[in-house]
């Protein structure tokens, strides 16, 4: 056990530390409190209490940072005890009372902790249930990466540690993420699990704790029960205790709670009439007060200080993963304690007067921090001053990784090829490299490394592994196309398919510049519509705002035969929709190649938000990327990319052809659609006045550009424009639009708001057929025919001469 260098004696450091969690639960249950009567009063509104979740947890959080944490470990703390973890960087001085007593309220301290939005350092947020755990453990693997790459300097080793309900664990990302940390050689994490017994609905079932324990030995960790108190170990020792032990043993779930709701006046009834003998057990019982009694029989190790404290000590001189499973009691210290309704419980004015009354805390003296505490002021505070958790310096700025001008991609024009491939040789090229941004970047994959064409990267730079592994084919000299070694060097770590895993896999690659200080350039892959697979693990790597580039290949119904279970039709409204992803999706493999080196650059970035003026985007902030890719290879423009096509390619969109003054007609596609829709033009041109064809390469960044302009305009910046406005700017109104897509119409249906012209939205809506691509495109009317004929439609004045009849089935 780390201790202060207060030189008391341990149990003058138990006493403070005791003293101190009261004053952690009553600062915790008056901050929601406090918040609900402001609402109460000036909305009407109530919101959720949680005071009983977060009291389970009191007695834990007390050991670990008051106590147990060095300042490079990090936790995940379970949502619910966010009014605990506030409470605690309150008293270290990290956490404001404004922000407290707005609780919940606008810019206040926030319901869940949240890396993001609170100023009181958490490492991790939580809220969907399950993501902080895995997390914790991922954190942990690229720790060792870091380290195994000899970048962390003289940082020492931290502890990755996650506080978990235990209905938390019904979460099957949880275990999915167990077994990738047993292929890894999972180090340094704990998770300690709030084994209250209670969901959010209900008691949870008998025995649990045994089913926990036999998991997480076969997969390699320790597992350290916590149960018993000192009270109650020292009752055991009395006459008549073994007979208390078994039955606290044999106690069901739900009695358990119901008793400790009621307290010692039932306690005392029912183990009477249990195991009453007018002997030995009946003294023990008999020999306390109720009080003494509820104490004794709530006094389970999850709320006993010397109990934690040696069970972390003990656990702190390893690095093996440890699960600590640890009985407590939700509500502890509260009037909810135990009941199975208590879970967005919440303490009535009475009650909290009562609570108020027991912690000696006068009204008007709520947030002081020594309030009603037994212990001198100076004495509480120099033992917060000396607490190791609180020597935490705010993480330094890992220096931004410079990215080349240009990323090549040599013999590639002319050529038939798809993004996906081309994605592969420009990693190929990179490989090549000695340079700091090839060695910083870190690929990984669920298992599609090959299929999503990372191969000759791996090839050349490597598995990661903490001990090397041959690959065997390669000793045994079998013939094989790729090279699987495994060492410390490497910079691919490899995945199994759980999607999940890869999307906290990228967010904790992409949040190792503020975990680590090490910054690392991660690029996961993955098969477009497993990305609902993972989509809420995604969206927490975003809330979280790690950085990494995501590629999404193949994607749409342009993988043809390979049928329904692997289309995707929605993902480039995920892209459109999900905060702090930007999303693009090229054609051909100069504007990939182009948008690969932003993306590279923008996962870097961490400016202030003010938009751009020129596209109305929050470019300096920086985000995440995601690349929706394809596998259809398409024929490859020459063409120089010079800055102006380098620029509109990253604001989403550029004239293939610019429309002349009197334009009927425009079409804008996006993706691997582009031959129809440049065929289609050609058909169309004949007949109709200076078509136009717009080349989109990112819908959402058009998209967010104009949403922001208009919101501008409306604050009275009227000269605000976004860059598809400007290119909209000289169409007359009475050209027509037709967009299209391998993805939903919606992506791009709302272009025609932007000038206000007749637009038609070509795309895809169902899937489940297989066939060519070319049946494919006729069937969900994406073909160049269709787009003629809705040009048509929109236009109508004259025939088109190309136009044939519609054929085929058609959806
Ligand atoms: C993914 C997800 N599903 C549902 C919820 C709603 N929810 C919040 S807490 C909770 C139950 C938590 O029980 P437990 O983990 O045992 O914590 P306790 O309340 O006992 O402290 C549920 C269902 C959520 N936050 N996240
Ligand atoms: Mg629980």
Redesign the pocket.
Same mark, same amino acid.
């Given at each position: 056990m780390s201790s202060p260098s207060t030189t008391s004696p341990a149990s003058d450091r138990l006493a403070l530390l005791a003293e101190l969690e009261k004053k952690i639960l009553w600062l915790a249950a008056w901050t929601i409190h406090n918040a609900n009567h402001l609402r109460d009063n000036a909305e009407g509104i109530k919101v959720g209490g949680h005071q009983a +979740?977060s009291a +389970?947890l009191a007695t834990i959080m007390t050991a670990l940072y008051l106590d147990v944490l060095r300042p490079q470990d990090r936790v995940a703390v379970?949502?619910?005890a966010s009014p605990i973890f506030h409470a605690i960087q309150y008293l270290l001085g990290r956490q404001t009372r404004e922000k407290l007593e707005n609780f919940r309220g606008y810019k206040g301290a926030q319901s869940y902790p949240s890396r993001t939005k609170d100023i009181d350092g958490v490492d991790f947020s939580t *809220? +969907? @249930? *399950?993501l902080g755990v895995a997390q914790t453990l991922f954190s942990s693997l690229v720790q060792d990466y870091v380290r195994a790459k000899g970048w962390s300097g003289e940082h020492p080793e931290g502890r990755m540690i996650a506080l978990? *309900? /235990?209905? %938390?664990m019904d %979460?099957g990302n949880i275990f999915e993420a167990l077994l990738e940390g047993w292929k890894h050689g999972l180090r340094n994490t704990w998770w300690i699990v /709030?084994y209250?017994r209670? +969901?959010?609905d209900a008691v @949870?079932r008998e025995g649990l704790w045994q089913r926990f324990e036999a998991i997480f030995q076969n997969f390699g960790w320790d597992v350290v029960v916590l149960k018993y108190g000192v009270l109650l170990e020292a009752a055991f020792q009395e006459p008549g205790g073994e007979r208390l032990r078994d039955w606290i043993d044999n106690c069901p779930n739900q009695l358990y709670s119901a008793l400790c709701f009621q307290g010692g006046a039932a306690w005392r009834k029912r183990l009477l009439d249990e195991i009453g003998d007018q002997g030995e057990v009946t003294k023990l019982v008999e020999a306390r007060s109720d009080e003494e009694l509820a104490k004794l029989m709530t006094n389970l190790a999850g709320h006993d200080l010397p109990t934690l404290l040696d069970a972390f000590a003990k656990a702190g001189q390893h690095d093996r993963p440890t699960c600590f499973i640890a009985y407590t009691i939700?509500g502890f210290g509260l009037p909810l304690a135990g009941h199975k309704d208590n879970?967005a419980g919440l303490m009535n004015p009475t009650q909290m007067d009562a609570f108020r009354t027991a912690m000696n805390v006068r009204p008007g003296h709520e947030w002081e921090n020594f309030e009603g505490l037994s212990a001198k002021p100076d004495r509480l505070q120099a033992f917060l001053d000396a607490v190791p958790f609180n020597k935490r310096e705010k993480a330094a700025v890992s220096p931004h990784i410079d990215v080349p001008a240009v990323l090549p991609t040599p013999g590639v024009a002319g050529k038939e090829l798809s993004t996906q491939a081309g994605f592969g040789q420009i990693l190929n090229e990179i490989s090549r490299e000695d340079s700091d941004f090839a060695n910083r970047i870190v690929t990984t994959s669920p298992d599609v490394t090959v299929s999503t064409n990372l191969g000759p990267w791996v090839n050349r730079r490597g598995l990661f592994a903490l001990e090397s592994m041959a690959d065997t084919f390669k000793s045994e000299r079998i013939p094989s196309t790729f090279n699987w070694e495994f060492s410390p060097s490497g910079q691919h770590l490899e995945l199994g398919i759980a999607e999940m895993n890869l999307f906290l896999m990228l967010s904790a690659l992409g949040l190792s510049h503020s975990i680590n200080g090490e910054r690392l350039l991660p690029i996961g892959t993955l098969y477009d519509p497993f990305i609902y697979r993972g989509a809420?693990a995604l969206n927490y790597a975003c809330y979280q705002d790690a950085r990494f580039i995501l590629v999404a290949t193949p994607s749409g119904i342009t993988l043809a035969p390979e049928g329904g279970a692997h289309q995707s039709i929605g993902t480039p409204l995920i892209g459109m929709a999900q905060d702090g992803l930007a999303a693009f999706e090229p054609a051909f493999v100069d504007e990939l190649a182009t948008i690969l080196r932003f993306g590279f650059d923008y996962i870097q970035r961490n400016g202030e938000g003010d938009p751009d003026e020129r596209t109305w985007l929050r470019d300096q902030t920086g985000g995440s990327i995601y690349l929706r890719l394809s596998t259809r290879p398409l024929e490859q423009p020459a063409r120089t990319i010079d800055d102006e096509l380098s620029r509109a390619i990253v604001d989403g969109a550029y004239w293939l052809r610019k429309p002349g003054p009197n334009a009927e007609v425009v079409i804008a596609y996006t993706g691997a659609v582009a031959p129809e829709a440049i065929e289609a033009t050609g058909l169309l041109a004949e007949d109709r006045r200076d078509i136009g064809l717009l080349a989109i390469t990112s819908a959402d960044r058009l998209n967010a550009g104009w949403t922001a302009a208009g919101r501008a305009r409306e604050r009275g910046l009227v000269h605000a424009q976004s860059h598809v406005e400007r290119l909209f700017a000289d169409l007359p109104h009475h050209c027509s639009l037709v967009t299209v897509l391998d993805g939903h119409p919606a992506t791009l249906g709302w272009l025609g708001s932007v000038g206000g012209h007749r637009t038609r939205s070509l795309g895809v809506e169902h899937f489940g057929q297989t066939g060519t691509i070319a049946d494919l495109y006729r069937h969900h009317g994406i073909d160049a025919q269709a787009i003629v004929r809705a040009a048509l439609a929109l236009a109508p004045e004259r025939p088109v001469r190309y136009l044939r009849e519609a054929s085929g089935p058609g959806v």
């Open positions: +979740s +389970s379970k949502p619910h *809220g +969907s @249930v *399950g978990v *309900g /235990d209905a %938390e %979460e /709030d209250n209670q +969901s959010l @949870v939700k879970h809420d």
